[in-house]
């Protein structure tokens, strides 16, 4: 145990030396109210736990308990019950899950919205998206635009789909 805490001890002295002006490590407790390794709580490249956090930045893993935000994310974010980000390229999920820009990845989530593009998959209850690339999975897909691809779910509606709504399977290839 004493080399596990020695061996701790010393990459949190040395996490400034590797982080840039990047935070290695973030802990917050609400919002900007938070600690990181080295002193960046808004550019993360490593792990940001909490009960609700916000960054502009993320390249790694954010995981809160009640809610987070992010810009832009390159890795995976999770919330247990509401999380938002602009940009993805990952995997995002929540209870409520809103994305407001674009998805390249996975949304996961009861509720999942993306106000903007999906290129990759949807799962949850309800489903929502601008423009799908991709597959929405759920009992309620709704796809203001399908470029290409596939909603499963026991109501799918898509303007441009094979029909403006319908039952188990709706697309366009």
């Known amino acids: ?23 290695i490590i973030k ?3 609400w919002g900007d109210a938070a600690v990181a390794i ?5 550019d993360v490249r490593g792990v940001s736990l ?8 993320l390249y790694g893993f954010q995981g809160d308990f009640i809610y987070n935000n992010a810009k ?7 919330a247990y019950f509401y ?3 602009d940009v993805v390229w990952g995997a995002q999920g929540a209870f409520i899950s809103v994305n407001r820009q674009e998805v390249k990845g996975l949304q996961g989530g009861f509720i999942n919205i993306a106000r903007g593009e ?8 309800y489903n929502q998206v601008g423009d799908l690339h991709g597959l929405q999975l759920g009992f309620v897909n709704n796809a203001r635009h399908i470029s290409k691809g596939l909603q499963v779910g026991l109501l799918n509606i898509a303007k441009n789909g094979w029909l ?7 697309g366009r290839f």
């Open 83 to 85: 999380e938002t980000a």
């Open 27 to 29: 802990l917050s407790l």
């Open 118 to 125: 999906v290129t990759g998959a949807q799962f949850g209850l």
């Open 1 to 23: 145990m004493k080399k596990v805490a020695v061996l701790l001890a010393v990459l949190f002295a040395a996490a400034p030396v590797f982080a840039g002006d990047n935070g």
């Open 72 to 78: 832009e994310v390159r890795g995976i974010k999770a």
């Open 50 to 57: 909490g009960i609700g956090s916000n960054v502009d930045s």
């Open 164 to 170: 403006p709504f319908m039952v188990i399977v709706n």
């Open 38 to 42: 080295p002193n960046n709580i808004h």
